[in-house]
């Protein structure tokens, strides 16, 4: 009996899955790590096993056990389902923050990079706010207003921006200057074409890079701003403010602080894995090597 493509077909995804993941692991470990801590993210008031705001005296500092999974905290608040809450708001702000980060740097970088009087003014306003310590603009911008996840978030996206900006327009300055991008403006090509036809497509690989680590970095700046006590309310459970709210109490309870750290630490080392590993399949030099 003939064998046809439509049965083969199964065996070839497969393959072709299986070889993606040998070939590059480092994507799909921090893809997996991800996709985890979304779902728990997403489905937080099914998984948690009680109310994380809940305060509950008499069970305050009691260690993990059947009951209390990673324990209470100094007020009794299950620190099980702070966690879990607390999922939330880092992959919230980690997100948001790389997306409209790369949005207005990948908007910024191409004007700069294709446009030379833009060039000019933009980028002295880039380098001038990445003299500035990112987590030092950002106290100041909070300050400003009360505190709350929208505005951690554009305290965080005004540093990101620039390093972004930078990314974006060294790659169009480099493709500027390529024989068939000359060609085509003396062919009398427009500039909206250029850019969307010939130099865009080839920003978005270094672009989803540079985004993965923004993503981590602000992850571990919004945990600092609320460990600081300058990022979300201290009532909103997240890991910063869990972390900062045990800190006193570790001699005693070191389930407060190591708990909800090891799941920062863990979220951004899967989006460090997912940027290195697409940072070796997208760059074609290194991706002809595995």
């Not at 948690?48 to 209390?68: F, G």
């Not at 706010?129 to 009360?146: E, G, N, Q």
Request: charged letters at 15%; one cysteine or more; proline letters at 7%.
């Amino acid at each position: 009996m003939a064998v046809t493509a439509e049965d083969l077909a199964p065996d070839i995804r497969r393959f072709s899955l299986w070889t993606a993941v040998r070939r590059n692991p480092t994507i799909a470990i921090g893809a997996v790590l991800l996709a985890v801590l979304l779902v728990i993210a997403i489905f937080a008031p099914w998984i948690a096993t009680s109310d994380p705001l809940k305060i509950v005296p008499v069970n305050r500092l009691r260690p993990p056990s059947e009951r209390w999974w990673f324990g209470t905290d100094q007020f009794g608040r299950d620190v099980f389902s702070r966690t879990v809450y607390g999922a939330r708001i880092s992959l919230i702000v980690g997100l948001s923050v790389a997306v409209i980060s790369s949005v207005l740097g990948l908007a910024l970088g191409l004007a700069c990079g294709y446009f030379r009087r833009v060039d000019g003014v933009v980028m002295r306003v880039m380098d001038g706010l990445m003299a500035i310590p990112s987590i030092l603009l950002a106290i100041a911008l909070i300050t400003l207003s009360r505190p709350g996840l929208g505005i951690v978030i554009v305290a965080i996206v005004i540093p990101e921006v620039p390093r972004i900006v930078r990314v974006v327009r060294a790659v169009v300055l480099s493709i500027r200057s390529q024989p068939y991008i000359e060609s085509a403006i003396a062919g009398g090509t427009k500039n909206w074409k250029l850019l969307t036809r010939h130099i865009l497509p080839n920003t978005l690989a270094p672009l989803i890079v540079q985004s993965t680590y923004v993503c981590a970095s602000a992850m571990l700046i919004e945990a600092s701003l609320s460990f600081l006590g300058a990022g979300v309310p201290p009532e909103v459970p997240s890991w910063g403010n869990i972390i900062a709210q045990g800190r006193n109490f570790f001699q005693i309870a070191p389930w407060i602080v190591l708990i909800p750290g090891g799941f920062l630490a863990v979220t951004v080392l899967a989006v460090n894995l997912l940027g290195d590993g697409l940072r070796d399949r997208l760059d074609p030099r290194l991706a002809r090597r595995l």
